[in-house]
């Protein structure tokens, strides 16, 4: 039982850089699998990057390597993305979200048991 609330998105243009945060409520932050997905208009919901509970191991799409960091406060109960050199194909909804199990497809949505309401990325060109 994890609330989530994401914040930080807006408009940026392309090779700017961004930074996401996750707040998260509930008892179990520290043990949980974070993640961050992303959807754009008209697509499915696509992993972006992901985080064990200690910060220690992360996971990233193939698209975002290099460019994206993922990592979280646990004395602040927050997770951060941190999205440098964007592009336009970056523009989407960004949701952040918990797993509570340790399931090891941290790729899948289905993996995850609460998500944040989103927040607006637009990256223009």
């Known amino acids: 039982q994890v609330q989530l609330v994401e914040s930080g998105g807006g408009l940026v243009q392309a090779g700017g850089s961004l930074r996401l945060s996750c707040a998260a409520s509930g008892r179990t932050f520290r043990r949980n699998v974070m993640a961050w997905f992303r959807q754009a208009p008209g697509k499915e919901r696509e992993f972006v990057a992901a985080v064990s509970f200690s910060g220690g191991v992360t996971y990233y799409a193939d698209s975002v390597k290099g460019r994206f960091t993922i990592s979280r406060d646990n004395a602040k109960n927050t997770l951060y993305l941190q999205m440098n050199s964007l592009k336009a194909e970056d523009t989407a909804v960004y949701y952040c979200?918990?797993?509570?199990?340790?399931?090891?497809?941290?790729?899948?949505?289905?993996?995850?048991?609460?998500w944040g309401q989103g927040t607006q990325v637009t990256v223009s060109s």
């Open positions: 979200a918990a797993s509570t199990s340790g399931s090891s497809y941290l790729r899948s949505a289905g993996t995850y048991d609460s």
